[in-house]
């Protein structure tokens, strides 16, 4: 069946430490040891911390790069919108993020460091989209082309797949069922009840549907 909308895969924090642990084991096997990790902002943190964990590592630093277009999508150019926020002079770094698509974040970073005096840099990801025109040093698994949906953004592309849903179908109310049924339909997405009441929640906080919630799902006019 075509899907109405991208193809989407929901990842939890078992999925995220599979793959956090097989980038790891690539590193270990490689005998390069980094004396630094940055974290491309966002997402690239949770998986920056979880390297430092698993590889035994105190400097963690940051860096920002985000995407400017017309539509403030990924669709815009990257731009480093936060310069490194450590000193990496003389030291092994990792620059480290989730996944790589088009790949500009992570060369955008890795330029961005090794302009400020390292003495080595390598890249890591969680997950490699094949053929995408960075590959990273180390990363858990190649993939092919989805939108994963990270347990740190969960509510954010959740909110913005339904909005879309909404415009699609031309309307402003739906029911839960109707819903699910659309989210399959657009993204191969199955969710259960207690995950879509929490993101109806979230969407009523943030303004996006009617709060106080009842039944349905209604667009804030
Ligand atoms: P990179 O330069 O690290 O390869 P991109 O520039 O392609 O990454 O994308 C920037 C950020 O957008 C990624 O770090 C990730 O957070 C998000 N992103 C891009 N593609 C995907 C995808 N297919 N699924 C989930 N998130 C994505």
Not at 24 to 33: D, L, N
Not at 76 to 89: F, N, W
Request: hydrophobic residues 40%; negative net charge.
């Amino acid at each position: 069946m075509e899907l109405k909308g991208p193809l989407c895969y929901v990842l939890d924090f078992d999925d995220i430490y599979n793959y956090a642990y097989q980038t790891a084991i690539k590193v270990k096997r490689s005998e390069w040891r980094p004396d630094a990790i940055v974290g491309i902002a966002r997402g690239g943190w949770v998986h920056a911390r979880i390297q430092c964990d698993l590889l035994g590592v105190k400097d963690l630093f940051s860096v920002k790069i985000d995407h400017w277009g017309v539509t403030a999508t990924k669709d815009g150019k990257a731009k480093l919108t936060c310069p490194l926020t450590g000193d990496v002079v003389g030291k092994r770094v990792l620059v480290i993020d989730d996944i790589t698509d088009t790949g500009e974040s992570l060369t955008m970073a890795v330029d961005h460091v090794k302009s400020c005096g390292p003495a080595d840099v390598k890249s890591a990801a969680l997950m490699h989209i094949a053929g995408s025109k960075f590959t990273p040093d180390y990363y858990g698994v190649e993939v092919a082309w989805a939108w994963e949906i990270w347990p740190w953004n969960f509510y954010e592309d959740l909110t913005s797949l339904i909005t879309k849903i909404f415009q699609g179908e031309k309307v402003k109310e739906m029911s839960t069922m109707e819903l699910k049924k659309h989210l399959r339909e657009y993204n191969n997405i199955v969710l259960s009840d207690d995950q879509l009441s929490k993101i109806k929640a979230h969407m009523g906080f943030l303004g996006t549907i009617e709060y106080p919630l009842d039944k349905a799902w209604r667009l804030k006019e």
